[in-house]
């Protein structure tokens, strides 16, 4: 009886709540201070940049899937991975390959991951709902999915390789498109055309939409190839279901909003154009 209030409550109050508050970048208190807490007790990283991860689309979307009927929880690699690409990002102001020593980011993902699984136990509400999805304890899955050794490092700082393995995170089952996403280069400028464009595919659901921080800034979107490929023209959040929508040119990817996240410029490429 107990355990199905819980699970009530964390459906009907607390999943709703975080959903809304990760769909406007605001860090629900109790995954804010996973961060935190770890920031402040080992001093890996300070609590400021803590503070702007916790708050993170991508990290968010971890936060979110924590909890998700359909997915695995986060690995130490998968934390980590997610916070190398948000810093990474033009608004955090720090190049990947300027850190002194990237055990420190492996050692911080590790432990926030702990922090957080920690912090799912010691909730009645929170554990209930973890052990109904994942049929298995947040201190057994303490153990589990822990790797995150110095072999990651190579990738950590190359921006091709990090890319790459933070989309593949957003491919889906039961796909029905594929998605073109264009990287930039070394000077934030995306190449639109397929002979020096630099390219990665990520499988999609056209009617559920994209887990936040799929669609980002300095990266471009297509769907289809060739003449008939059509551009995203913008990108917007579902702040009920914390996904992001697209509008292509001929075509919708899920639920579309006034809170847009991404929109195309009036100035084109010459090769989008054309």
Same mark, same amino acid.
């Given at each position: 009886?107990?355990?199905?209030?819980?699970?009530?409550?964390?459906?009907?109050?607390?999943?709703?709540?975080?959903?809304?508050?990760?769909?406007?970048?605001?860090?629900?208190?109790?995954?804010?201070?996973?961060?935190?807490?770890?920031?402040?007790?080992?001093?890996?990283?300070?609590?400021?940049?803590?503070?702007?991860?916790?708050?993170?689309?991508?990290?968010?979307?971890?936060? /979110?899937?924590?909890? %998700?009927?359909?997915?695995?929880? #986060?690995?130490?690699?998968? &934390?980590?991975? @997610?916070?190398?690409?948000? $810093?990474?990002?033009?608004?955090?102001?720090?190049?990947?390959?300027?850190?002194?020593?990237?055990?420190?980011?492996?050692?911080?993902?590790?432990?926030?991951?702990?922090?957080?699984?920690?912090?799912?136990?010691?909730?009645?509400?929170?554990?209930?709902?973890?052990?109904?999805?994942?049929?298995?304890?947040?201190?057994?899955?303490?153990?589990?999915?822990?790797?995150?050794?110095?072999?990651?490092?190579?990738?950590?700082?190359?921006?091709?390789?990090?890319?790459?393995?933070?989309?593949?995170?957003?491919?889906?089952?039961?796909?029905?498109?594929?998605?073109?996403?264009?990287?930039?280069?070394?000077?934030?400028?995306?190449?639109?055309?397929?002979?020096?464009?630099?390219? /990665?595919?990520?499988? %999609?659901?056209?009617?559920?939409? #994209?887990?936040?921080?799929? &669609?980002?800034? @300095?990266?471009?979107?297509? $769907?289809?190839?060739?003449?008939?490929?059509?551009?995203?023209?913008?990108?917007?959040?579902?702040?009920?279901?914390?996904?992001?929508?697209?509008?292509?040119?001929?075509?919708?990817?899920?639920?579309?909003?006034?809170?847009?996240?991404?929109?195309?410029?009036?100035?084109?490429?010459?090769?989008?154009?054309?």
């Amino acid at each position: 009886m107990f355990n199905k209030v819980a699970n009530d409550v964390f459906l009907q109050i607390i999943f709703p709540n975080w959903k809304k508050s990760s769909s406007y970048a605001i860090s629900p208190r109790p995954w804010l201070r996973a961060f935190t807490k770890v920031a402040r007790d080992t001093n890996i990283i300070s609590v400021k940049l803590a503070t702007s991860l916790a708050s993170s689309p991508s990290l968010l979307r971890v936060l /979110l899937n924590s909890f %998700s009927l359909d997915k695995a929880f #986060a690995s130490s690699k998968e &934390f980590a991975i @997610n916070i190398a690409f948000e $810093i990474s990002q033009p608004n955090f102001n720090i190049e990947l390959s300027d850190l002194p020593e990237l055990w420190r980011l492996r050692e911080f993902s590790t432990a926030v991951r702990l922090q957080w699984l920690n912090t799912i136990e010691s909730s009645f509400i929170l554990h209930s709902r973890f052990q109904t999805i994942h049929n298995i304890s947040a201190s057994q899955q303490a153990i589990d999915d822990t790797e995150c050794s110095i072999v990651l490092d190579n990738m950590l700082c190359n921006r091709d390789q990090l890319t790459k393995a933070y989309f593949a995170y957003y491919n889906v089952d039961n796909a029905t498109t594929q998605m073109t996403v264009w990287l930039p280069d070394n000077r934030r400028y995306v190449a639109t055309d397929s002979c020096s464009g630099t390219t /990665l595919s990520v499988l %999609s659901d056209i009617e559920k939409g #994209a887990e936040l921080g799929f &669609f980002r800034q @300095n990266f471009d979107y297509s $769907i289809g190839i060739a003449n008939q490929r059509q551009w995203l023209q913008e990108s917007s959040i579902d702040h009920l279901q914390a996904l992001e929508s697209a509008k292509f040119e001929n075509l919708q990817l899920g639920h579309l909003s006034n809170h847009i996240v991404w929109k195309r410029h009036s100035m084109q490429t010459a090769s989008q154009a054309a």
